[in-house]
Nanobody
Framework: QVQLVESGGGLVQAGGSLRLSCAAS????????TAWFRQAPGKGREYVVG???????NIAESVKGRFTISRDNTKNTVYLQMNSLKPEDTAVYYC?????????????????WGQGTQVTVSS
């Protein structure tokens, strides 16, 4: 059974930073694709950034230059470092994992998802 557990969300002022974690069990993330999605209130789910098994990444234009994804294979954890946060980044952030090789921007292409962590950015 694969489980993904996100943590690190919270309330931060605009311009601040947060680091989200996605800890996995039952699957070695170094052999799969992992991505972060988010869903703002009243909006659909949005792809944020993904990392594949080789370490290559693919990031949405809306967060490019502010967010980065990384992976610690020893901890089987993927991180989302979020800098220069804006109120429009407020959302529930989810991590998800899928079979390799390709990063997908489509939620339903992933086969396991976490429960989400709330990020709120105040102006």
């Amino acid at each position: 059974q694969v489980q993904l557990v996100e943590s690190g969300g919270g309330l931060v002022q605009a311009g601040g930073s947060l680091r989200l974690s996605c800890a996995a069990s039952g699957r070695s993330l170094s052999n799969y694709v992992t991505a972060w999605f988010r869903q703002a209130p009243g909006k659909g789910r949005e792809y944020v950034v993904g990392i594949n098994w080789t370490g290559s990444t693919n990031i949405a234009e809306s967060v490019k230059g502010r967010f980065t994804i990384s992976r610690d294979n020893t901890k089987n954890t993927v991180y989302l470092q979020m800098n220069s946060l804006k109120p429009e980044d407020t959302a529930v952030y989810y991590c998800a994992t899928k079979q390799r090789p390709s990063i997908s921007w489509i939620w339903d292409d992933y086969d396991y998802w976490g429960q989400g962590t709330q990020v709120t950015v105040s102006s």
